[in-house]
């Protein structure tokens, strides 16, 4: 059975920094794609970040330069670094594979 | 950037009743491999979204026949045949054939 499971968010000061993780079980991370999702209080989905099989990544405009996308093949998890973190980047992050299983998210509030 | 335009943006169904979500994106879908990559989620109230349809018409893993996609280039249905109180919640269609991935505002469905 396929899970993905966030842990890491929490309450931040703006420019603070926080390392998202992804435990995955079921599958391999390293052999599929992998994204992160978030969503604000209240709005819709907004794509961050995807790291590919090959180990490519992309990232929106709106966190480029400041997160990263990682993976820890021996451990089958997925990372995200946020760096620089400002009160839009508040949200519930979400981990999935291939757009197709989702983990339940993790809540990250930047906030003074 | 691709733009998803979601219509209607809520929708009010009588159990029984059918229910159709129009999205439409700024560009074609349809990647040079043949596959069209526009997906279909539910999120429901304080969850994480699930994947009903990948690739315009494939129903995921467990997904009820009731819920059907079609469509072709830039223009994408979903459809629920007889609408159930377990499908309240929010719809969004998401385009994965080039990045940034972007999603459609999202369709709110609830129960008359």
């Known amino acids: 059975e396929v899970q993905l499971v966030e842990s890491g968010g929490g309450l931040i000061q703006p420019g603070g920094s926080l390392r998202l993780s992804c435990a995955a079980s079921?599958?391999?991370?390293?052999?599929?794609?992998m994204s992160w999702v978030r969503q604000a209080p209240g709005k819709g989905l907004e794509w961050v970040s995807v790291i590919y099989s090959g180990g490519a990544t992309n990232y929106a405009d709106s966190v480029k330069g400041r997160f990263t996308i990682s993976r820890d093949n021996s451990k089958n998890t997925l990372y995200l670094q946020m760096n620089s973190l400002r009160a839009e980047d508040t949200a519930v992050y979400y981990c999935a594979t291939n757009f197709g299983y989702w983990g339940q998210g993790t809540l990250v509030t930047v906030s003074s | 950037d691709i733009v998803m335009t979601q219509t209607p943006l809520s929708l009010s169904v009588t159990p029984g009743q059918p229910a159709s979500i129009s999205c439409k994106s700024s560009q074609s879908l349809l990647y040079s491999d043949g596959k069209t990559y526009l997906y279909w989620y539910l999120q429901k109230p304080g969850q994480p979204p699930q994947l009903l349809i990948y690739?315009?018409?494939n129903r995921f893993s467990g997904v009820p026949d009731r819920f059907s996609g079609s469509g072709s280039g830039t223009d994408f249905t979903l459809k629920i045949s007889r609408v159930e109180a377990e499908d309240v919640g929010v719809y969004y269609c998401?385009?994965?054939?080039?990045?940034?991935?972007?999603f459609g505002q999202g369709t709110r469905l609830e129960i008359k």
């Open positions: 690739e315009v018409s």
């Open positions: 079921g599958f391999t991370v390293s052999s599929n794609y």
């Open positions: 998401m385009q994965n054939i080039q990045v940034p991935v972007t």
